[in-house]
């Protein structure tokens, strides 16, 4: 799914509007009541609703919802926030069928003395300001806002939380910005919906279909994509019935240290799971009896030093490496480390210490392999290009280290982003707050090197193994709860993940 600017979206909107056809009133008829069908299959019978509107067509869409409740039997009374902007026709034309039908529930509010009382037990539907808004809310309306964010009723946000800007910063108080329980949005997600700091504003999102020309959306550019599962079923290829463990891949994974073992266990059980033939570890001494019991289908190498990695190997007869996991920054594992990126040229997966390796020593970039992943979570990436201001800003960074390099950045978090080399970026949707614990990323290092080592594309590899990564762990908290979720439960989960998605 692609995710679009505002600017887009206005344009999808009208395309609509001129080769459906339908009038654009019409158009806002449907997506409210698309809005009005989902509040009354998520709230209770009774419940009072208040609803405030702003002069645009945000606010033609909170009438039009007022409109359908009043007609449903449900109580509720409308409150339109006037401003200098002149009002628009499809405001206009709902003002008057809402008025027609019962004028006193809809009450004008010209100053912060007519602001009504709002019960605890009232939904208050946010319909001020919608997606086009790109400057700070003031006023009339600006005060009401901090005034229903200091109510404790639930919040309905119409298309987008007013104040919150779609695909930049808002760069205001968070007393400017409507915190909305739910966002009932239109047909797609917003760039802002993905970027935590957002959250508190957003809270859950609902996507509502209201009929969008799909050939206008798929012919706008845009280099940002939610990931689904129809990317997924087009990259795994089908294993034929005539096949061995020469055909899957042969990889290494570079992991561990003293106290450190669990990630190269957890690292070892991932990649075997999504499907490497053949899996060398790499660890230090003191790891070999633990991963020769845990993980008796991969191989083991050993370091000369008990506790580190220390030692210089050949690694040029693997198909990928994963290096990271519990190795530490020890200097000798950095001089390791050094070694084998002048060495090894194909793409590889490196993580954690790895990653912190190379923020302490930039120069280690020049020899990174073109198309090699990295799979920072938001502190390691900060190490790596610095502090930002915003997500916004954040994630402008992560496509220039992307682009710059010739790499591929899975930023980790409750939207993985993986940013590409090509500029492009792909948030991904699964997975849930209980992989908010130890092992999550060397399970996913693990996943995303057996993929690599099966033949897939750094891109393909990316986008598959964390969408999978997020799947398991959806699959398992069903069992667990997101309290109880561990690392291993994703991996004792990865095979349901794959057959969910293929079948097989």
């Known amino acids: 799914m692609k995710i679009l600017s505002a600017k887009q979206i206005k344009e999808a909107d009208a395309y609509t509007i001129a080769h459906e056809p339908i009038a654009s009133i019409d158009l806002m008829e449907r997506a409210a009541a698309n809005c009005f069908k989902w509040i009354i299959e998520n709230t209770n019978p009774g419940v009072r609703f208040t609803i405030f509107c702003g002069t645009g067509n945000n606010g033609g869409d909170g009438l039009a919802i007022a409109r359908m409740l009043h007609q449903f039997g449900c109580p509720v009374t409308t409150y339109i926030v006037h401003s200098e902007s002149k009002a628009s026709a499809d405001f206009l034309t709902n003002e008057t069928r809402l008025k027609n039908i019962d004028e ?6 010209t100053s912060i003395t007519e602001l009504p009382l709002i019960s ?13 808004l790109n400057k700070p809310i003031k006023g009339v309306a600006a005060d009401l806002i901090q005034y229903i964010n200091h109510s404790r009723s639930i919040v309905i946000a119409i298309d987008m939380p007013s104040g919150l800007f779609a695909d930049q910063p808002s760069g205001v108080s968070s007393n400017q910005i409507i915190k909305a329980t739910y966002t009932l949005s239109f047909q797609l997600h917003k760039l802002a919906f993905f970027f935590a700091e957002n959250a508190p504003y957003t809270g859950e999102v609902i996507i509502l279909p209201i009929g969008l020309n799909e050939q206008f959306i798929d012919s706008c550019q845009s280099n940002y994509e939610l990931i689904e599962t129809t990317h997924i079923q087009h990259i795994i290829k089908p294993r034929p019935f005539f096949s061995h463990k020469g055909n899957y891949g042969k990889a290494a994974i570079i992991a561990g240290s003293y106290g450190k073992m669990g990630a190269a266990v957890l690292a070892a059980k991932a990649c075997l799971r999504t499907g490497c033939g053949l899996l ?18 991969s191989m083991v190498i050993c370091d000369e030093n008990d506790t580190m990695i220390s030692s210089e190997y050949s690694l040029d007869t693997f198909d990928t490496i994963g290096i990271g996991p519990g190795i530490g920054t020890a200097n000798e594992t950095v001089n390791v480390f050094k070694q084998i990126l002048q060495h090894y040229k194909q793409p590889i997966v490196i993580d954690a210490d790895a990653i912190n390796i190379i923020a302490a020593n930039k120069e280690l970039m020049d020899l990174i392999p073109p198309e090699s992943i990295f799979t920072p979570h938001p502190k390691e990436f900060e190490r790596l290009v610095g502090k930002t201001n915003d997500h916004f800003e954040r994630n402008k960074l992560q496509i220039e280290f992307s682009t710059k390099h010739n790499v591929f950045i899975v930023l980790k978090g409750r939207y993985t982003c993986i940013s590409c080399p090509d500029g492009s970026c792909y948030f991904n949707p699964t997975g849930n707050p209980g992989m908010a614990k130890g092992g999550s ?3 996913l290092t693990g996943m995303l090197t057996g993929l690599l080592s099966q033949g897939y594309s750094s891109k393909d590899t990316c986008i598959t193994g964390v969408y999978l990564h997020g799947l398991a762990a959806d699959i398992a908290v069903q069992t667990t709860g997101e309290y109880s979720l561990l690392a291993s439960d994703m991996i004792d989960h990865i095979g349901q993940a794959f057959k969910k998605e293929t079948g097989h």
């Open 104 to 109: 006193a529930i809809c009450i004008d509010i």
């Open 441 to 443: 990323g060397d399970t």
């Open 120 to 132: 605890t037990n009232d939904i208050i539907i946010d319909a001020l300001f919608g997606t086009g």
């Open 280 to 297: 060398t570890m790499i660890i230090p001494k003191c790891g070999y009896d633990i991963l020769q019991t845990t993980v008796p289908e």
